[in-house]
């Protein structure tokens, strides 16, 4: 089976869940048979960087490095025959050969739209894609859902459901990331993120104990309106831009990992705590159930109050963060990169066979 992957993630993103998976995906499907084209000139992503290189861009190249890709992307695909033509992102259409697959990610853009400001260039991609979706990839149940919630004439037998898996392990070294005992953020702080109310729990928190900080991984330097939130408490919040290694090191040595986000398609950082040994606090929300089942302590994500309790009901009792962790080690053994490699060919040959 011939299967061909564009360049829309490998520019769009230098990290990030859905490259991860591209990559995660992508790199297992030779071992299983699968003959895999990857189209890309000029790469920007980290996981990407062993295959193509890495080239930071400007805006202008960044426009450039876009349209000669797709122009190339149509040259593969008018001289190439592809039984799989999967697009890393939405903005691409059904070729005249090989069948379509799309994986949707999440419907966030959607769900927010005149809620916050959200792409419309990405819905309409979507709604332009997601019909011509000759099987369609879903990263959870709940994206499932939602998938044919905002797009009701779909046929729910041409969507599979692919968890991720789990790509970071625990490091060995006892040497502490930072010499402070921390609650771990990761990611982007805006929007539906709820970085504002995880913001307003803290500080309850860090009332009752004095000695415990904020670390947020990634997501940028913090912002003039969230240091002024901070208030008192501003050296006590810290950002660091961390590297995988890192990352797994800021994970292992985390009192608890908080995730506070109103919606996820899936969650892939709750997998990553799981993976390191870290005890998960997260929002009752969207597909995060789904993914932690009992292994993590929930919260409305809208009270910041409950999320505040929560947070000091981990601090506040060891036993209670060690059986957090051994469940968090047990149930991210369930979600598996080669598992889901095998699902999406498995999905790639119903597609081919036109099941």
């Given amino acids: 089976m011939r299967v061909y992957y564009d360049y829309q993630i490998m520019l769009g993103q230098k990290f990030g869940g859905i490259s991860r998976y591209i990559y995660e995906i992508s790199s297992r499907l030779p071992g299983l048979g699968a003959e895999v084209t990857l189209s890309c000139v000029h790469n920007h992503n980290y996981y990407f960087a062993e295959k193509f290189g890495l080239h930071d861009m400007s805006r202008l190249s960044q426009a450039v490095f876009h349209a000669v890709n797709k122009i190339k992307r149509s040259i593969d695909l008018k001289h190439g025959d592809y039984d799989i033509v999967h697009p890393t992102y939405y903005y691409a259409d059904k070729p005249s050969s090989g069948k379509f697959i799309v994986t949707v990610h999440d419907m966030t853009h959607e769900i927010y739209e005149g809620k916050y400001p959200v792409s419309r260039r990405v819905i309409r991609a979507k709604r332009r894609i997601i019909p011509q979706a000759d099987r369609i990839i879903a990263v959870s149940e709940n994206t499932k859902r939602d998938i044919l919630r905002f797009f009701p004439e779909t046929d729910p037998a041409k969507i599979s459901v692919i968890y991720h898996g789990a790509s970071m392990s625990p490091v060995s ?183």
């Fill in 173 to 355: 070294s006892k040497e502490k990331l930072r010499p402070y005992d921390y609650v771990l953020f990761v990611g982007r702080r805006e929007m539906y993120k709820n970085f504002t109310r995880f913001t307003a729990a803290m500080k309850g928190v860090m009332r009752m104990y004095r000695n415990v900080h904020v670390l947020c991984a990634g997501g940028g330097e913090f912002t003039k309106e969230e240091r002024e939130s901070f208030g008192e408490f501003s050296g006590r919040f810290h950002q660091a831009g961390l590297s995988d290694e890192d990352l797994a090191r800021a994970y292992s040595g985390a009192l608890c990992f908080v995730f506070p986000s109103e919606y996820e398609g899936f969650g892939i950082p709750v997998l990553e705590a799981f993976a390191c040994d870290c005890p998960v606090v997260c929002a009752n929300a969207s597909s995060l159930p789904e993914v932690a089942g009992d292994a993590a302590l929930y919260f409305d994500p809208l009270d910041s109050d409950e999320m505040a309790g929560k947070i000091i009901l981990a601090l506040s009792d060891d036993m209670m963060r060690g059986n957090l962790a051994w469940m968090g080690k047990d149930r991210v053994k369930f979600f598996d990169w080669d598992r889901a490699a095998r699902e999406t060919l498995e999905c790639y040959t119903q597609a081919v066979k036109g099941e």
